[in-house]
């Protein structure tokens, strides 16, 4: 696993656009809070400027001051695991827990899957993995194999900062796998007929289709960042639950409190206000490097250097990594929730390349777009999809371009309505979809073994491929969902009208009744 | 509204906070909220007392006499986010600057003894 680590580890960094780290850097908003923090003072010493300068008020650039006067070279991976083992966190080191136990990408996914850099969904004989860019370099910070730019950096680390990470999650992926039997096909033809003989010699051809379906979506216009309200409303709403955030260990508890005491030490006030007063006389826009040449001072107030506790520097060290761990994973996770709370992409570019069964590879590329104005939500996208092979010249108007795709979607809130109603949080919806089908849609068929679901009678021995007409399809849906007030019970009802399928020339008709509970409402409690 | 029971702190006790007995209510201002799962109100023995933590408030019941510590947990909305920590009473000022610079807060409150006659006197 350790081999696998480091492998997963070296990938990212070669691959992510982290930062290199000089030895004496801090956590960049320390100067940015420390400057505001003179401004506000004003050439006098005030509160918030002592808060500065203490654990209880100022714990991270604190412990970024102190961890300057850290001398060690240790490569990244060898701190990530003292780090690690220090804290006793290795309890991801176990085994047999991956999709795929061999090959090199295998191994790479693995680990991504193992250190929460993607998610594994299983339905049916589907398996799928997804996630999004940035989820690698989050992951690596909650591992503490890399820091958080935004929270306290190690000299000799490297870092990825939130807005990388979250530049990163525009880029999203969805690969389907399919595990069942149907994953791979053999069909055999002998080779020479003998009806006398016991024994035939057959050549077997086998067709797999492991992979079903690739998506990548790459994010062009963000929606909206949350505001403060909208952020406290969502954290007021979990009730009794956590926020998902990472959560302070009692050993990384025990680490910030004792560091607090030092806050009451003699020597520590001492510095404290010669530290204040240094910065209160220092030109404007000096203050973060006079506070940086203070560091040794501080460490030495903690830890003199003939003190009676010959370890006393070794604990101190320990602390402030045990704390910077924590924040920065902290910061991290806090980062994913606010981004969580963002609102829906305006415009999204999506690659699928699609292997469906018994039927040519093809590729799609859409482009979605949606916008929300007042209740209603509209949203549209246009797409080309192409085979990803020239189909057999025997088949009439084939091309490589297969179909082109319009659809629209109008929803409305009625929960956006001014005053209440008995509608509640009921939506209504309309959707138009039109695809006109350029080519005909293909299904691969083999002699005397039909394609799963579909029935095809009087077809020729030699016939490899069949084929459906080309031409206009246009689908219609329309939906109501009743959720009366802030009751848990939804209605749906819906409608579907379309003229024909890919396959289907006949017109269909459809219409869904049902009923759904939200159960979390169960779990969700108010405080 | 309600008169102000807390007194904000000093630069040579920056993380003291006086205050006289009674319900205090503490809000953030600004892009910062608190982390309701991991915030405390614990006494000088580090036990927890009742208190209430939404994302932007924190109240709890001050008695004549004692030491508390806040613990705060914050995070901002933004990564230069900045938040002021208030009092929710007439006229508030500000107890303490919580900013995404740091993220871990320890302020003590200091409660004055109640004085004869039934009125307390906030001290430092």
């Known amino acids: ?117 993607l998610a594994q969904t299983t339905s049916g004989q589907t398996v799928t993995l997804s996630g999004s860019l940035g989820g690698i370099p989050a992951a690596l910070t909650r591992q503490a194999l890399i820091d958080n730019c935004d929270g306290i950096r190690i000299p000799g680390a490297l870092c990825a900062s939130n807005a990388t990470v979250n530049r990163l999650n525009r880029l999203s992926y969805t690969v389907a796998f399919n595990t069942g039997s149907t994953a791979q096909s053999v069909s055999g033809a002998a080779a020479a007929t003998t009806p006398t003989s016991t024994a035939q010699v057959v050549t077997f051809n086998a067709t797999t289709n492991t992979i079903t379906s690739a998506t990548g979506k790459f994010v062009i216009l963000r929606g909206a960042a949350a505001n ?63 506070w940086l040449q203070q560091a040794d001072a501080l460490l030495s107030a903690i830890c003199p250097p003939n003190g009676p506790n010959p370890k006393c520097r070794a604990t101190v060290l320990t602390q402030l990594g045990s704390y910077a761990v924590f924040v920065n994973s902290y910061k991290a996770s806090v980062n994913a929730f606010v981004e969580t709370l963002r609102k829906s992409p305006l415009l999204t570019l999506e690659y699928d390349y699609n292997r469906p069964a018994s039927q040519p590879t093809n590729s799609t590329v859409r482009l979605v777009g949606q916008t929300v104005l007042g209740g209603w939500t509209l949203t549209g996208n246009g797409a080309v999809s192409v085979y990803d092979s020239t189909p057999s010249s025997a088949i009439p ?43 005909p849609a293909i299904l691969n068929v083999t002699p005397g073994q039909p394609v799963t679901g579909v029935t095809i009678t009087g077809l020729p021995a030699t016939a490899t491929q069949v084929y459906a007409q080309k031409g206009i399809i246009s689908i219609l849906q329309g939906k109501f969902t009743y959720s009366p ?33 939200d159960f979390d409402s169960l779990f969700g409690s108010s405080k | 509204m309600s008169a102000c029971l807390t007194t904000p702190p000093t630069f040579d006790q920056p993380l003291l906070i006086a205050a006289k007995p009674g319900n205090i209510k503490l809000k953030v201002t600004g892009t910062v909220f608190f982390d309701p799962s991991q915030t405390d109100v614990i006494t000088q023995d580090g036990a927890k007392i009742p208190f209430v933590c939404t994302a932007l408030t924190l109240s709890f019941t001050a008695v004549a006499g004692a030491t508390y510590f806040l613990e705060i947990l914050h995070g901002g909305i933004m990564s230069n986010s900045e938040g002021f920590l208030q009092e929710d009473c007439d006229n508030p000022v500000t107890l303490a600057t919580l900013s995404s610079a740091n993220t871990a807060a320890r302020y003590q409150v200091v409660v004055a003894a109640a004085a004869p006659g039934g009125t307390a006197k906030a001290s430092a």
């Not at chain 1, 100022?58 to 850290?70: E, F, R, S, V």
């Not at chain 1, 406290?232 to 639950?241: F, P, S």
């Not at chain 1, 025990?254 to 530290?275: C, E, G, I």
């Not at chain 1, 409608?495 to 049902?514: D, K, Y």
């Open chain 1, 485 to 517: 007030g802030s009751s848990s019970i939804s209605l749906p009802v819906s409608f579907t009208w379309s003229n024909r399928t890919e396959l289907v020339t006949n017109p269909t008709w459809r219409g869904q009744v049902g009923i759904s509970y």
């Open chain 1, 397 to 439: 108007g084939a091309s490589l371009l297969r179909d082109v795709q319009i659809a629209a979607e109008a929803c409305y809130d009625f929960s956006k309505l001014k005053k209440s109603t008995l509608l509640g949080h009921s939506t209504a919806s309309t959707a138009y979809y039109f695809q006109n089908q350029t080519s």
């Open chain 1, 228 to 290: 403060i309200a909208a952020t406290a409303a969502a954290i007021d709403k979990l009730g009794t639950k956590p926020m998902p955030t990472t959560q302070m260990t009692k050993a990384q508890k025990d680490s910030f409190v004792a560091m607090n005491n030092y806050d009451n030490m003699p020597a520590v006030k001492t510095w404290r206000s010669q530290t204040a007063a240094k910065i209160l006389a220092a030109p404007p826009g000096d203050a973060a490097n006079v």
């Open chain 1, 1 to 117: 696993m350790k081999s696998l680590l480091r492998l997963f580890a070296q990938l990212v960094l070669v691959a992510g656009p982290l930062a290199a780290q000089t030895p004496r850097s801090l956590a960049k908003h320390c100067p940015e809070e420390l400057n505001a923090e003179v401004t506000r003072a004003a050439g006098k010493p005030t509160a918030e400027l002592g808060a500065f300068l203490t654990f209880g008020g100022g714990a991270d650039c604190m412990t970024a001051l102190l961890l300057t006067q850290y001398s060690g070279t240790d490569s990244l991976l060898d701190r990530a695991q003292q780090v690690k083992a220090a804290l006793q966190q290795n309890s991801s080191s176990g085994s047999g827990t991956s999709l795929v136990s061999k090959g090199l990408t295998s191994q790479v996914l693995s680990a991504a899957a193992e250190y929460g850099a």
